[in-house]
Nanobody
Framework: VRLVESGGGLVQSGGSLRLSCTVS????????MGWYRQAQGKERELVAV???????TYGDSVKGRFTIFVDMNKNTVSLQMTSLKPEDTAIYYC?????????????WGQGTRVTVSS
């Protein structure tokens, strides 16, 4: 399984960006798809996750500003980011998880950098 992110870059504070992640396997094989981020010197944290069945969860710091979209036909998961802040600067990772025979199998993309200037 390969996850390939795109859409990162440099944006001014208050601006918007859309990240996309293309998955090499059928989206129906995953029980969760989402985005995490890791800022320099900090631990990786949840940004947004969509769970099979329709539940979505967002990190507290991005609620109301970021939206996750899952396109089952195009095998993509996207993250629309608005009202960006300098503290959103991080490497953003696409994440997918399979549940199979009682075990969870996580997959990660290589990451895409987002830099928000003040």
């Amino acid at each position: 399984v390969r996850l390939v992110e795109s859409g990162g870059g440099l944006v001014q504070s208050g601006g918007s960006l859309r990240l996309s992640c293309t998955v090499s396997a059928s989206m129906h094989s995953f029980n969760a798809m989402g985005w995490y981020r890791q800022a320099q010197g900090k631990e990786r944290e949840l940004v947004a996750v969509a769970i099979s069945g329709g539940t979505t969860t967002y990190g507290d710091s991005v609620k109301g500003r970021f939206t996750i979209f899952v396109d089952m036909n195009k095998n993509t998961v996207s993250l629309q980011m608005t009202s960006l802040k300098p503290e959103d600067t991080a490497i953003y990772y696409c994440h997918a998880e399979q549940f199979y025979c009682g075990d969870y199998y996580p997959y990660w993309g290589q990451g895409t950098r987002v830099t928000v200037s003040s």
